[in-house]
């Protein structure tokens, strides 16, 4: 009971500094998720992409989704509350603060300068976000040459292309429908893996 109940604080007190600290939003956040879920809980890559597909395609904030993921993984409900609780706390604190102040201040030069070099720090926490899982995603654990010409890499970046391409040729085009797209395909690759006898 005692190292469960460590394990709830843990989770509040990791979520807390990541919410205290990271700008950006939740894709920012990433690299320190993939971090302490691996290092410090034990989670897999694999584990951490499926935290990702599940948080990024379910309704709410991506940030609160994936707390809410990793701490009901970890430590159940009492864990998923309390690595959730830990996450928006400092940004309810932080906006209830702004919201009285920031018309005093948004003319001031040190905020605008702190803001200017806030946002392409948030854009490189994502880039690397995405080189770093979509590395796993494509390749798994290690690069081989090997992995180029497999079954798992060619459906993923078939799906991934396509995808794209959508998206670019149709800026409109729902991102529930290219999730549904996804989740079918996804579903068809794996049956079409299993009854062939190819692994992903």
Known sequence: MIDYLLTCLDLFLTFLKLGAFTFGGGA???????????????FTSQQII???AVSESTPGPFAVNIATYVGAEK??????FFATFGLVLPSFIII???AKCYEKFKTNKIVAGA?????????GLIAAATVS??????????FAVETLWSYGFI???????GMLTLCLLRKKTSPIVIIGICALLGIAVGYAGELFGIQI
Do not use: C, Y
């Open 133 to 142: 899982i979509g590395f796993e995603v494509f390749f798994g654990s290690s």
């Open 115 to 123: 803001m200017t070099g806030l946002r392409p720090a948030s854009v």
């Open 155 to 161: 459906a993923s970046f078939v799906i991934f292309a």
């Open 28 to 42: 920012a956040m990433m690299p320190f998720i993939q971090q302490e879920a691996v290092s410090k809980w034990g």
């Open 96 to 98: 209830l603060i702004i």
């Open 50 to 52: 499926d935290f990702i």
């Open 75 to 80: 430590a159940g409900f009492l864990g998923s």
